[in-house]
């Protein structure tokens, strides 16, 4: 996942300011009804889960972060016989509608990639570079490596790899050369300071109020939290799970995530495979999904809601073949 810059998708400590991205294009698209049954991989606070239960949908939430645990609650409290919630990687989503009892099948899975505003807006957690407090980062604080030990540690070249890769950064190899510079006389320990570091080898002032560690604290977060890895676990496992017609729908706010989500999709939508390999043309065995499409972000939700900015959302409809491993 890479939300885009984390930053991008702060909106406050105000619970009330949350405004789920995308939703009016979602719901439109995906249209979702009384007794269909979703998986919210990417629960959070509950926006895009509350819009399908107030649809009559049954809802699976799942999020690995604590942050959702209070949240989840009070939705479960709200729509106990339609709602229910675990604490998990949504890399995990096979044996979570199993153990949920929809080993049938569901209509439809979400995943609205990155991170929200109460991971953002808490110091503690690490992932802010506005905010004071220890370079953490971690979504699931129970286990994993920090982004304090990533930065220490990492040689210089993975750092390099790292920033560009998941950043989007050009300036990767001068800021992991820095980074190292620093981190043999002191160890990196807090957000601001290592914001600090990277802002100065960026060398660049902040643009449309951007900050220059934007990118490289995203990289970060998308490393310390293996979020590629999850996404590529998940989406052949929300195709296995989909029942004929179901819907696959993906937030994504960076480019690298968004790469991975569309030629996944296009991968299962050609009909017809025509390689080097087979050069004359046919039938694509996975053919799986019938259709895929593209929304963006309107003017009015950009003006409205500047998080949506970098938002893109893709939904596949799943065809009726049989699923084959
Ligand atoms: C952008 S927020 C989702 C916001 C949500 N759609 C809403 O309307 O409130 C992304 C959420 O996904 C969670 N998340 C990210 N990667 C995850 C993963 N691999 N497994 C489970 N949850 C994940 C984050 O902890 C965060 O709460």
Redesign the pocket.
Known sequence: ?S?GPAEN?SEGANASL?K??LLASFLAAVGPKPGQRWI??????????SALLEAGAEVLG????E??VQVAEEVRQRWPERFSWMR????EMEISARDAGWGGGVDGVLL?????SP?LDVAERGFSFRLEGPLDMR?DRREGVTAAQLVNELPETDLANMIYEYGDERQSRRIARALVARRERRPFVSTLDFAEVVAGAVGRPRIGGVHPATKVFQALRIAV?H?RE?LLAVLPQALKILKPQGVLAVISFHSGEDRQVKSFMRQHANEWLDTPEHPQSFRNPKHYFSDVRRYLPTNEEMAENPRARSARLRVAWRNEVPYAN
């Open positions: 996942m939300a998708r949350h789920p991205v919210d991989g990417t629960f959070g606070r509950g926006g895009h889960t799942l999020d690995r972060d942050a959702a998990r990687n949504f890399a609205d990639l990155g991170v929200s991971q979504m939290n979020e999850a």
